[in-house]
């Protein structure tokens, strides 16, 4: 029943002064650099609907989100590691007949940074087919690491917000997926996600069309927690030429942010695989030899038994983006880093941006499950 027909990335790349952001919104991530990321298709009565996104120095995707009536436009980052939708880091909350306050102050504290403030009820117009009524979002009063943003959008499971009200402690805040739902706009609450490379800062927009409907390989949501609080799965295995990096089923999450992060048994891996290679204390990016770079392998995960490849490009930072990525020019680095942590903690790994730019996925909040289609 479900149709993944079209998917319409607008990818403007912008110059940014945050460009040496590596703030995580992650909640419960151990490494920082989870900047967010971009999408949106929804399915619409009139067929799917695609909210632009806009990448933002190569790390992060933000999406135009009106809110109030008449709105007032915010770039917020589209996060799929956490639920709450907030604005006012950047261009202040400007409130209007359709802001109701709820009485309830929030305060949700990210993997790097936070934000705390006042919750409102209030109009949410994510494209012109697509407004919620009555969609409860934060106004951050106080806040840090959200340098060039105006907030989130969070598309990450609703038990994410458990605890971030007070006093009223124990609701659940519905998220825009659900009020899409339960407000008739979108029939199933599917999102899909692409992320369209940014090859320059001169790209200025690339349009996508992307077809999917029998291609999409689906991995049900992990039962091990906390992989399971997030967009979690198992992967079965992960290799990188003749190196096992990944050796047994393993829980992580699939998630916006830019880089692809191995528990740091599994980096050990990886990093000895390539000669040369050592990781950048100050950046927490991998740097690589050149001489190492035409001997790398495809690094391949297994997802419910379908292999999918990050190929060496892939698993490279092109190297005019290096100041973007927080490091120097004239070197080399990788998008795979470490975790923080050793395995056997229920989420030893994050997919990132740079495995979604090769793989369509969708977040399937109905029956719970991930699908990954080759873009
Ligand atoms: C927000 O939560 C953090 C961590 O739970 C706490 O340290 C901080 O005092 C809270 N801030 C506010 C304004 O409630
Ligand atoms: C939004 O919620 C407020 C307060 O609960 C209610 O008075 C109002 O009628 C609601 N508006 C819509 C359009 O549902
Ligand atoms: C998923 O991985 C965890 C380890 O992270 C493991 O305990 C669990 O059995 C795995 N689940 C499946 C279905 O393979």
């Not at 990050?310 to 490279?316: E, I, K």
């Not at 080399?332 to 030893?348: K, P, R, T």
Request: hydrophobic share 35%.
């Amino acid at each position: 029943m479900r149709s993944f027909a079209a998917l319409f990335v607008v990818l403007l790349t912008t110059s940014s002064s945050a460009s040496s952001r590596t703030g995580t919104y992650l909640k419960g991530s151990p490494d920082a650099d989870r900047a967010r990321a971009a999408f949106l298709k929804l399915r619409t009565a009139s067929g799917p609907t695609t909210v632009p996104a806009t990448n933002l120095a190569y790390v992060q995707y933000t999406t135009s989100v009106g809110i109030g009536n008449p709105p007032t436009y915010y770039n917020l980052v589209v996060d799929t590691g956490s639920s709450n939708t907030f604005c006012g880091t950047g261009t202040p909350y400007v409130r209007t007949s359709t802001s109701i306050p709820t009485g309830e102050a929030v305060n949700v504290t990210y993997g790097t940074g936070y934000f705390s403030g006042l919750e409102y009820l209030d109009q949410v117009t994510l494209a012109a087919n697509l407004v919620i009524t009555n969609q409860s979002i934060g106004d951050a009063l106080s806040y840090a690491d959200f340098q060039g943003v105006d907030g989130i959008v969070g598309v990450g499971p609703v038990d994410l917000t458990l605890g971030t009200l007070s006093p009223d402690t124990n609701a659940a805040i519905p998220t825009v997926m659900n009020n899409l739902v339960s407000q008739g706009l979108i029939e199933n609450q599917v999102l899909g996600v692409y992320f369209a490379p940014a090859t320059s800062y001169s790209d200025t927009s690339s349009l996508h069309r992307l077809q999917y409907e029998s291609e999409l390989t689906y991995v049900p949501v992990t039962m091990t927690y906390p992989a399971a609080y997030y967009w979690g799965i198992n992967v079965t295995s992960s290799t990188y030429g003749t190196y096992t990096v990944i050796p047994t089923s393993t829980a992580g999450i699939v998630d916006t942010g830019p880089r692809v992060l191995l528990a740091d048994d599994f980096f050990a891996v990886y990093l000895k695989a390539i000669p040369g290679a050592k990781l950048d204390s100050n950046t927490g990016l991998i740097e690589i030899p050149p001489s190492s770079i035409s001997s790398m392998q495809p690094l391949d995960f297994t997802i419910a038994d379908q292999v999918f490849s990050m190929d060496v490009a892939a698993q490279l930072i092109p190297t005019d983006q290096n100041t973007a990525w927080g490091g120097v020019s004239g070197k080399q680095y990788g998008v795979v880093a470490n975790l923080g942590s050793n395995s056997g903690e229920g989420l030893d790994f994050i997919i990132g941006q740079k495995f979604m730019e090769r793989y369509y996925a969708v977040f399937d909040t109905d029956a719970n499950r991930v699908g990954f289609a080759q873009t």
